[in-house]
């Protein structure tokens, strides 16, 4: 598609139940990031794939999250055992990538899905 | 952790003033970005500035950065009421990339 796609674009759970979050990126885009944005902060970063794989899972707040993109091209956020404090927007990034040292990434962000947990 | 902080955290100006906001970080990086966010919606890029740059213009956009400081401040001058968003810059180190907490602009006509 033209853009990053995210679904749902909202999602309320109760306490406890599994959720999935959607990202379909930019066609060709072998980067893709996922960040989480709670009210009035800026984007903080969970995860990042190139390719298939996870490059970097640092910003995984705890194993209740993971994250996967088997073929490359979409990624799933799966979060386990939902708890209040996981209600944010989800946002999901995808880039081309450039050599490390030409530097230049430049992402390109999903609309986002709004995560509610009662 | 986020990497970097801007601001003001808010920020209120007259339509045609010049608005300034400005972006700390706290480790080496390979280039800084400047994105913007409306309301309920997904950043967009505005501008890119690398480390060996001080500055850059973008239409009614200026970046500078000062590595020495790390520091880099955006200036979006004649502001018009459609300006009105939050504003974030983003340190990338290779292919990471980190936030600051925003500032959010609001531009009155």
Redesign the interface.
């Known amino acids: 598609g033209a853009g990053?796609s995210q679904t749902p674009s909202n999602k309320v759970t109760e306490k406890g139940k599994y959720v999935e979050l959607r990202c379909d990126p930019i066609s060709g885009h072998t980067?893709l990031?996922w960040?989480r944005q709670s009210l009035g902060?800026?984007?903080?970063?969970l995860i990042?794939f190139?390719g298939t794989g996870a490059?970097?899972d640092s910003g995984l707040p705890n194993d209740r999250f993971f994250a996967v993109r088997p073929e490359g091209s979409v990624s799933t956020l799966k979060i386990q055992r939902t708890e209040r404090g996981d209600s944010a927007v989800y946002?999901c990034?995808s880039?081309l990538?450039q050599a490390?040292?030409s530097?230049?990434?430049?992402?390109?962000?999903?609309?986002?899905s709004r995560l509610t947990v009662l | 952790s986020q990497q970097g902080e801007e601001d003001p955290q808010a920020l209120s100006i007259q339509e045609g003033e010049n608005a300034t906001m400005n972006c700390s970080y706290k480790t080496s990086i390979n280039n800084l970005q400047w994105y913007r966010q409306n309301s309920g919606r997904g950043l967009v890029h505005l501008i890119l500035i690398r480390s060996n740059e001080r500055e850059k213009h973008s239409g009614r956009l200026r970046v500078t950065l000062d590595t020495s400081k790390k520091s880099s401040s955006l200036l979006i001058t004649a502001s018009r009421a459609a300006d009105t968003a939050s504003y974030f810059c983003a340190t990338d180190r290779g292919n990471q990339f980190y936030f600051g907490t925003g500032t959010s602009l609001t531009v009155i006509p």
Do not use: M, R
């Open positions: 990053v980067a990031y960040y902060q800026g984007p903080e970063f990042y190139q490059a970097d946002l990034a880039s990538t490390v040292f530097g230049a990434n430049v992402l390109t962000f999903g609309a986002g």
